[in-house]
Every structure is written in structure tokens, then in C-alpha cells.
């Protein structure tokens, strides 16, 4: 059933239903996330045709500076959306840890500076709290890793919605204090995140509250498209060659490459094949595994490792996400607990970018492809950056050398000089073995 959505805004909706991923049944665009038929996942069907008559790059150029430039391609009904300067995030050349890694076309996608809680759930939850305020609701929830709470309970105050959000107890102490600060009800769980994510699907359907991840699910994962959208446009309205990025629900992944799809079905940017990689923390890896097992099922895990902004051991788009690693001829890798944090330092240490867990997990990851020959050195290269290493200080604590503590005199300085410098050429003599 498709439905007519009324609207006060000033272009022509191109959102038109939800459409079941996997039998095609559509659904007025509501609430909804699930399929009765099928109980496939339900995501927002367009009209195309409409988007090509009425957007250009010149109409998206002349937009706002964040992810609403992209408004005709986001699923919102009106012209109440919430814009807090989410998105256009830098999209750096990098060109020293390209060298580093034997890549000649390496860009970094930086979202750890993405507004206004330094992730990239601040799109999504942007999309998704938008909607809500469409469909009516006043009370808004998310079962979250970490990030999604901070972005979640941000824009929630910014919107004037009442919060509730649910953790998993043992999340770093950055996140929560990045949650608590914008006062909602926040609710801690003894339990893993899937855990989380079931007491949240009876709560629910309990209080009839908007969940961004559960029942707001197939408005506020569209919001990941724009990490697409603005790749294309900053390349210069080009596709990439390769992409690689983190891998939790699998979400992210496909939407950005419904992002492309969608630039190349209006015509924004020719067509080309670009492959997608993943990345995925060995502690919490069913993605990978199923990948290198040749399955098509996802096999669910319990977590353990701490990347816990990526650590969703059912993941719920996984299979969707092995299934593009494999038609676009890209992987999808595992790394420890020690590559990630050896990740981390080397984006900080080559680019200046201080990323948290999940970022140490691509970085790491796009090594190891780099070392197996399965990316090409020519190719041009986006790595995908989704969050901010000051929410993640625990893991490297313990992992970085001390301050020199001296009294104020010059010759302690000097003495202080010689041997910073001695210890930085042992550590390259390391880094060379």
C-alpha cells in the first residue's frame, strides 16, 4: 500500500512508502520497521523520475552546509526538520599515511568531528528525530553502544523531545558522560547490547515511545546515505574506487552504497563499479567470519573486545552487508584488540586524526588488506572515520608514552630534548623491523 503524505514543504515529496527488503509488500510510512508478511526489514521506497526533474548538483550546492542539502533524497514530510549543522564533515587527502601504506589515492572521511556529538550517529539520529516529530511522537529512545545515546540525547534536547535511553553497563566512561550531560532518563543495562536491544523492542511496544534503531528504523538509517552523498560531491561529483568502513549492524555499510546507487539513478554522478570493504574487531566478528567462511548466514557471537561502539554480535543488516562485500568484489576483515589500538595511534600519529575504537578498527583493517594485496595501490580510496577518540580514552591508557616532568630550568629541558629524541628513533627503528 502506498501511502499520500501530506506535506507543507516547498518541493515535491520523492519519499513515497516502506518497502520489504525481501518480499516487496509496501506500508503507509509510519512507525514500522518490519514486515508482516515476511517479517523482512522495511526500508523508504522513492520516486525517482521526481528526483531527477527536480534535483541537480547546482540545487544541492546552493543548500545548507550540513546533510539537509540533501534533503529531497531524506525521508521528512515537512519543513520542520531538525538541522543542528550535522554533516559535511572534512573528506581529507591522505597523503601520509598513504605513504605510509603504499596508497597513492587515500582519502579519510572525518566524521570524529561531525556535529554535534562527534559521530556519525548524529546523521541518523538527525533523519529519525525529524520523522518522530512528523508522526507525533513527544518521547523519543534509543538502545545504544555509546554514540547513538550521545547523538540521540543531543538532539533530543536541541528538539525539545523528551529521552529515555538504554546502555549496556560496562560502556566507557566518555559516552556516558557524553549521554548524561543532556539530561534524559538513561537507563543501564546489565546485559550485552543485544540484550539491550530486546528489553527496548517490549519497551516499545509497551509506552508506544519513537525508538530511533527499532520501529524509526527505516527513516533514521537513511541518514547514513549521506556519508555517500557527500563523498561524491566532495570528490568532485565522482564515485570512489574502494571504501572501507566499520561494520556493527551493518547498516552504514549498505546505506552508503544506496547513497551512490541513488546519485547514479538521477544522474548526479556517472556509473562505475566501486567495491566495499569491512571492518570488524575480532571480539565481535560474526560479520567477518561468515565472510571467510563462505556462508550466507550470519551466525550470532557474544562480544568481547573493546571497540563496544561496534561490538552487536546479531547484527541485524548483516547479511545485507555480506552480501555487497562479495557482489562488489571487496572483503571484509578482522583485527585484535592490539591492532586497534596500534590503529589508532597511526591515524593520529600520520593524519593528526584522533579516532575512537571503531576508527582504530578500519585503520588497522585497511593495513591488513594493504599487506594481503587486496587493495590497489592506484585505486582512490575513502576510509571511513564514524567517531571521536576522546569518548574512548580507556583504550589507550597505558598505551602512550609519559610527559618529561622537569623544574623549570634550561639545561633539564635540554636533558629532557635528548632523550625524547633518542626514544623516537628507537620507535622508528621498531616501526622499520
Known sequence: MTTTLN?????TLAFEALKCKECGAEYEAKAIHVCEECFGPLEVKYNYEILKQTVSRETIEAGPNSIWRYRAFLPV???????????????????????????????????????????????????????????????????????????TAAIAAHAGLDCCVFIPSDLEAGKVMGTLIYNPTLISVNGNYDQVNRLCSEVANTHGWGFVNINLRPYY????????????????????????????????????????????EVGLVEDKAVRFSGAQAEGCSPIA?????????????K???????????????GVYALELA???????????????????????????????TAGGTTIATLQKLVEAGKIDPDEVTVVYITGNGLKTLEAVKGELSE?????????????????????????WQQAMV
Open 7 to 11: 506535506s507543507t514543504a516547498s518541493f
Open 77 to 151: 514530510a515537512t519543513d520542520n526538520y531538525i538541522d543542528v549543522g550535522t554533516g559535511m564533515t572534512p573528506l581529507i587527502e591522505a597523503k601520509r599515511l598513504g605513504r605510509r601504506l603504499g596508497l597513492k589515492k587515500l582519502y579519510i572521511k572525518n566524521d570524529a568531528v561531525n556535529m554535534p556529538t562527534l559521530s556519525f550517529k548524529d546523521r541518523v539520529v538527525s533523519v529519525a528525530l525529524s520523522r518522530a516529530r512528523e508522526l507525533g511522537f513527544t518521547t523519543v529512545a534509543c538502545a545504544s553502544t555509546g554514540n547513538l545515546a550521545n547523538s
Open 221 to 264: 538509517s537513511e541518514g547514513s546515505k549521506t556519508l555517500g552523498f557527500e563523498v561524491a560531491e566532495q570528490l568532485g561529483w565522482k564515485l570512489p574506487d574502494h571504501i572501507v568502513a566499520p561494520l556493527a549492524s551493518g547498516s552504514l555499510f549498505t546505506k552508503i552504497y544506496k547513497g551512490f546507487r541513488e546519485f547514479v
Open 289 to 301: 567470519q561468515a565472510f571467510r567462511e563462505g556462508r550466507d548466514f550470519i551466525s550470532p557471537v
Open 303 to 317: 562480544p568481547d573486545t573493546i571497540a563496544k561502539s561496534i561490538a552487536i554480535g546479531n547484527p541485524a543488516d
Open 326 to 356: 562479495r557482489k562488489t568484489n571487496g572483503n571484509i576483515e578482522s583485527v585484535n584488540d592490539a591492532e586497534i589500538i596500534a590503529g589508532m595511534k597511526l591515524l593520529a600519529e600520520t593524519e593528526g586524526i584522533f579516532t575512537e
Open 403 to 427: 610527559p618529561f616532568t622537569i623544574d623549570p630550568k634550561l639545561d633539564e629541558f635540554e636533558r629532557a630534548l635528548e632523550r625524547s629524541r633518542t626514544l623516537e628513533r628507537l620507535e
